[in-house]
T-cell receptor, first 120, second 116 residues
Framework: GENVEQHPSTLSVQEGDSAVIKCTYS??????FPWYKQELGKGPQLIID?????GEKKDQRIAVTLNKTAKHFSLHITETQPEDSAVYFC???????????????????FGKGTHLIIQP | GAVVSQHPSWVICKSGTSVKIECRSL??????MFWYRQFPKQSLMLMAT?????????EQGVEKDKFLINHASLTLSTLTVTSAHPEDSSFYIC????????????FGPGTRLLVL
C-alpha cells in the first residue's frame, strides 16, 4: 500500500517568514495530493490540493509543488501569520475518475503531520 | 466547500457498551464516505470506506465485527463501536466526497470517544 513520509515533524518560523513542509510518497499510481490544516480538537480542513497532471498550484499565500518523477510534493506558506499555527498533514490517494461503474477513489493515506509554530 | 457534520461531538461510555457515531453530508449527496481514527498527537488512519447501499470495505487490521458501518442513505453513514474497550478511545473522523467526479474529501469535525 501507499506510504507517505512527512518532514519536519515540528517547524518554528518567525511571523512574516516562509514555511516549507515536504512529503514523499511510495505508490506511483497515486494521483491526488491534498494538504489539510488541523487545529486542536477539530477535524482537518482542506487548504489546497494538487493533481498529478499539474506541477504547481497557488492560492494566495499558499502553494503546492509536485515532482512526480521523484515522488515528492511540498507545501509553501509565505508571509506567515499567527493564525497559521496548527498541525498540517499531507496525504495521497488514487482517484479513478468517472468510469462505467461511476468512478471511485481510495481513502487518503496521511503523513504524520507537521506542527507549525509561528513566533510573533 | 461542502459541509460534513458528526454527532455526537464527544461521548464517554463504560467498557463493554456500544456507541454509535453519525456522519452526515449537509448540502450534498455522498455515495462514498470514509471513516478515520486519530490517536492523540498522531496522524489519521483510514479505517474503512463506506459505500451507500453496499457493504463497507475495511482496511487491513480493522475488525469489521467491532466497527460496524452502515450507509443507508446518500447523506448518512454511521459507525458503531461494539463492546467498546479503553483502547478504542480515540478521535473518530468521517469524510465525504461531494460527487462522483470529484476527488476532494471534506472532513467532519470529529467525535472524541472515551471508554472508561
Amino acid at each position: 500500500g501507499e506510504n507517505v513520509e512527512q518532514h519536519p515533524s515540528t517547524l518554528s518560523v518567525q511571523e512574516g517568514d516562509s514555511a516549507v513542509i515536504k512529503c514523499t510518497y511510495s505508490d506511483s499510481a497515486s494521483n491526488y495530493f491534498p494538504w489539510y490544516k488541523q487545529e486542536l480538537g477539530k477535524g482537518p480542513q482542506l487548504i489546497i490540493d494538487i493533481r498529478s497532471n499539474v506541477g504547481e498550484k497557488k492560492d494566495q499565500r499558499i502553494a503546492v509543488t509536485l515532482n512526480k518523477t521523484a515522488k515528492h510534493f511540498s507545501l509553501h506558506i509565505t508571509e506567515t501569520q499567527p493564525e497559521d499555527s496548527a498541525v498540517y498533514f499531507c496525504a495521497a490517494s488514487i482517484f479513478y475518475g468517472l468510469g462505467l461503474s461511476g468512478g471511485g477513489a481510495d481513502g487518503l493515506t496521511f503523513g504524520k503531520g507537521t506542527h507549525l509554530i509561528i513566533q510573533p | 466547500g461542502a459541509v460534513v457534520s458528526q454527532h455526537p461531538s464527544w461521548v464517554i461510555c463504560k467498557s463493554g457498551t456500544s456507541v454509535k457515531i453519525e456522519c452526515r453530508s449537509l448540502d450534498f449527496q455522498a455515495t462514498t464516505m470514509f471513516w478515520y481514527r486519530q490517536f492523540p498527537k498522531q496522524s489519521l488512519m483510514l479505517m474503512a470506506t463506506s459505500n451507500e447501499g453496499s457493504k463497507a470495505t475495511y482496511e487491513q487490521g480493522v475488525e469489521k465485527d467491532k466497527f460496524l458501518i452502515n450507509h443507508a442513505s446518500l447523506t448518512l453513514s454511521t459507525l458503531t463501536v461494539t463492546s467498546a474497550h479503553p483502547e478504542d478511545s480515540s478521535f473518530y473522523i468521517c469524510s465525504a466526497r461531494e460527487y462522483l467526479g470529484q476527488e476532494t474529501q471534506y472532513f467532519g469535525p470529529g467525535t472524541r470517544l472515551l471508554v472508561l
